[in-house]
């Protein structure tokens, strides 16, 4: 079964310090990997797309990663702001001919900054 | 630029009144247009897909349904909503002919509560 889990479900920090969130999926066959940014009440944001081949790839003070041997991804936020404060979901897009429509949702980890 | 619209932000509705929720995407043709919903507590759950003005693919049998009259607009619909329809409604696009791992675009979503 097609399944994307998120860990920790929530986290608090300190303004400026960093964090990693986890994600571990079974996702076959795998495509890519997207890490979203949401705000509360607002539709998500891609933040970023790896690929299989692709192991690092960074947004400003997002670095996501990617190991496809342990099918394990993280999302590492240096020097929180509060504006980090939001759910990051991970999403695992599955191999489709077609229109890439195959998308499994993680249900995200809801991460909030305290100044 | 690509620009997506969705309406209203929220909205209220007693049991067993009728849905229109719309989305309209500008700065592109031919997109492929998604629903999705994302109940408390909840990953997000694709709905319907639309590769086309009149094509509409269902992922889940339930109380609603989707309509594309135009080519950049998407309609979801009820004739008679549930309590369990509540949720955060999200209308996305992508860009046709692109796969991976390009566009798939949301907009700010509708909160639904039925009551």
């Known amino acids: 079964k097609n399944q994307v889990e998120q860990s920790p479900q929530s986290l608090i920090i300190l303004e400026g310090k960093n964090c990693t969130l986890q994600?571990?999926?079974?996702?076959?066959?795998?495509?890519?990997l997207r890490w979203y940014k949401q705000d509360t009440g607002r539709g998500p944001v891609s933040l970023t797309i790896m690929t299989f081949s692709e192991n690092t790839k960074s947004n400003g003070r997002y670095t996501a990663t990617l190991d496809a041997d342990t099918k394990q991804s993280s999302l590492h936020i240096t020097a929180s702001q509060l504006s980090d404060s939001a759910s990051y979901i991970c999403v695992v897009s599955v191999s489709h001919a077609g229109n890439n429509r195959k998308l499994i949702w993680g249900l995200g980890t809801s991460l909030a900054v305290n100044p | 630029s690509q620009t997506i619209h969705q309406w209203p932000a929220t909205l209220v509705q007693p049991v067993g009144s009728p849905l229109s929720l719309e989305c309209t995407v500008e700065?592109?043709?031919?997109?492929?247009l998604y629903w999705y919903r994302q109940a408390a507590g909840r990953g997000l759950q694709l709905l319907f897909y639309?590769?086309?003005?009149?094509?509409i693919s269902s992922e889940v049998p339930q109380n609603l349904s989707a309509s594309r009259p135009q080519d950049r607009q998407f309609i979801l619909s009820s004739k008679k909503l549930l309590l369990s329809d509540s949720g955060f409604y999200l209308c996305?696009?992508?860009?046709?002919?692109?796969?991976?791992?390009?566009?798939?675009?949301f907009g700010s979503g509708t909160r639904l509560t039925v009551v």
């Open positions: 994600c571990n999926y079974t996702v076959s066959p795998f495509s890519n």
């Open positions: 639309s590769v086309g003005i009149g094509q």
């Open positions: 996305a696009w992508s860009a046709t002919g692109q796969g991976f791992p390009y566009g798939y675009t």
């Open positions: 700065g592109t043709s031919n997109p492929n």
